[in-house]
């Protein structure tokens, strides 16, 4: 093992040193940019004032909720994007209506069906005269400097940047990974989790959704349940000045600027033509286009599920967040969400893939339960059995005694093949072609490159543990709070460690009890029974034994390593068929609810030792994870 350690650790630490010294020059710079300037099509195809823009429903409703508001009195038009075919409809309907402006910010952008569409319809919107600014963090988006030379030079009205690139490249390749992680871990650990599309100032979609299929139904086995809030009226200025924030920060990196782009650009002076996208499936991306310019389409999905709101804001951590961590104002966003949850009077209602909380929001739960009167704290969340990342799940699972007792949380976790997330996906699937195009037959654009997390790879190679089932699996992704019943967030944030401390986050809070409740809705759809779970202490059966191992259990939970105790104070409950559902502190409950086991509908694999290890211990990457 020694001998291992020394022949890798040698050649990792010959790369940090040479990756850390290997900046670009001003020379190289200015020699990629002079290309850049020279070889970029300028052409513009619509010779129109409005640059050729279709009507838009959506952004009519916004024009007129701008039209309509005071300082004093803001008017929104609000759209819960919960279906995964009307939010990537109300993408494309955005970017096709835009007439002077788009801005995308994301977290991943894959080149799949779904990322080849969106950045398909940006560079046309570009064509016709639309400025459109695409910031992405580096770690997970395009990964490819063929397709960001394309894109540096595909026209002159679009402008791609990455954020916070790895060692000054577009793409990090596995030693590069682990060389970040020990020579800059604070650094390369800090990512851009926001998500926003911002057309003409004036509407804008944030909350959970990266560009990838997983996100929107397209994925052939395990896709996310996850939700946006489109939002029209003064709130979009506040979107524009956040992203303005991140597109001029310093790590905002322009192409020209990372080493392995700059280079493609001056070995090659010729202009690479943009070439059409190549889909797997493209009789369903033609519906969705389709779906986006037919008015009865959009009225019905789009336009009469909207409510008018009065006061919305869109909040965002500031980038300076993840420069000096310590400051009160980079942490806006984090910091609100923290006093709206500790103002509860009556209900929380939380839904997070990711149930780790950090010390703050620890601290906040436990004083609202210790009230005399606490108010209701539910939570929607990933079983082992939907996740796909199993080792953040075990830290979930290492606490669970804590979230019941000393927090008072009412924990529902998904289930797999759960039945209301599956109606959504029938439905972004209607009518669609059976023949799937292989992969190699994807253009060199939608070429898949494995993306590598700390642990295992990110993006659509990433797959969770394997099931006893079979079927296609849903994992949770959405990110909301509901607040007694008067107002709610959706957003980016996922309530754990890393979104408080390490990642910028976005989302918006809508001071409305009609949205309220309709989000609310939404999320206990997700914790019915025959969706999700209930966690609940266990039933004691040997009373002496039972309590003696609840003590040991309690000590064990409480290390920081070998927490081994394999018998833990919480399980897995289903519904019996003939009862009717209900908290696990009623008295009925262990009548009606029968145990299913730590870790339901899991089979026995590497994924599900490693959950345990975890557990045991991995507490010490609790907040990276």
Not at 42 to 69: F, G, I, M, Y
Not at 362 to 372: D, M, N, P, V
Not at 470 to 483: N, Y
């Amino acid at each position: 093992m020694l001998g291992f350690l020394r022949r890798f650790s040698l050649p990792l630490l010959l790369a940090i040193l040479l990756l850390q010294g290997c900046t670009l020059s001003q020379a190289q710079i200015r020699r990629a940019d002079a290309i850049v300037a020279s070889t970029t099509d300028r052409s513009v195809n619509c010779a129109q004032a409005d640059h050729c823009a279709v009507p838009s429903p959506l952004l009519a409703e916004a024009t007129r909720a701008l039209a309509a508001s005071t300082p004093e009195q803001p008017v929104h038009v609000v759209t819960l994007l919960d279906d995964s075919e009307p939010a990537l409809a109300a993408r494309i309907n955005l970017i096709r209506a835009a007439r002077q402006s788009i801005d995308v910010q994301t977290y991943i952008w894959d080149q799949d069906d779904t990322g080849q569409l969106v950045l398909d319809e940006l560079v046309q919107a570009a064509r016709r005269g639309v400025q459109v600014r695409i910031l992405a963090d580096q770690l997970f988006s395009f990964n490819d400097p063929d397709l960001l030379d394309r894109l540096a030079r595909v026209n002159a009205n679009l402008q791609v940047r990455l954020y916070n690139p790895t060692f000054h490249k577009a793409r990090t390749q596995p030693l590069e990974f682990a060389a970040g992680i020990l020579c800059c871990f604070m650094q390369f650990n800090q990512r851009m989790h926001n998500k926003l599309l911002l057309v003409d100032d004036s509407i804008g979609i944030t909350g959970g959704r990266n560009y990838e299929d997983r996100y929107f139904n397209w994925d052939d086995d395990f896709d996310y349940v996850d939700r946006d809030v489109m939002v029209g009226g003064p709130a979009a200025k506040q979107m524009a000045a956040s992203f303005e924030l991140f597109w001029k920060h310093k790590r905002a990196v322009p192409l020209t600027h990372l080493r392995d782009v700059n280079q493609r650009i001056l070995d090659d002076n010729a202009t690479s033509a943009w070439p059409a996208p190549h889909y797997r499936r493209p009789l369903r991306v033609a519906q969705v286009q389709q779906a986006a310019e037919d008015p009865l389409w959009l009225r019905a999905w789009l336009v009469d599920p909207s409510l008018q709101a009065g006061k919305v804001d869109y909040f965002s951590d500031l980038p300076s967040k993840t420069d000096k961590p310590d400051k009160q104002r980079a942490l806006d966003f984090t910091q609100h969400i923290m006093r709206m949850i500790g103002d509860a009077k009556r209900e929380v209602l939380l839904q997070t893939p990711y149930l780790v909380m950090s010390k703050k929001a620890q601290r906040i739960f436990k004083r609202l339960h210790k009230r005399a009167e606490p108010p209701r704290v539910i939570v929607s969340t990933n079983s082992l059995a939907s996740t796909d990342a199993f080792a953040v799940y075990a830290m979930s699972y290492k606490h669970r005694k804590r979230y019941l007792k000393t927090f008072g949380f009412e924990i529902h976790e998904l289930k797999p093949h759960a039945p209301g997330p599956a109606v959504d996906n029938e439905l972004a699937n209607l009518g669609v072609d059976t023949t799937v195009l292989p992969a190699e037959t994807a253009s060199p654009a939608s070429a898949k490159q494995a993306r590598f997390h700390l642990l295992g790879s990110r993006g659509s190679n990433n797959r969770p543990a394997p099931l006893l089932s079979e079927g296609r699996r849903f994992g949770l992704h959405a990110k909301s709070i509901v607040i007694d019943d008067a107002f709610a967030m959706v957003g980016s944030h996922n309530f754990d460690p890393r979104s408080d401390h390490y990642n910028t986050e976005a989302g918006v809070i809508i001071y409305d009890p009609t949205f309220a409740d309709q989000l609310r809705h939404s999320i206990m759809r997700d914790t019915q029974p025959e969706n999700a779970w209930t966690i609940a202490p266990r039933q004691s059966t040997v009373p002496v034994l039972s309590d003696i191992s609840d003590a040991i259990g309690s000590i064990s939970e409480s290390l920081p390593l070998f927490d081994l105790w394999p018998f833990r104070y919480a399980t897995s409950y289903d519904l019996n068929p003939d009862c009717q559902p209900m908290r696990a502190s009623d008295p009925g409950f262990y009548a009606c609810y029968q145990p299913v086991g730590d870790f339901p509908d899991v089979a026995l694999s590497p994924k599900l030792i490693i959950t345990r290890l975890f557990t045991a211990f991995g507490v010490g990457a609790k907040g990276v994870l």
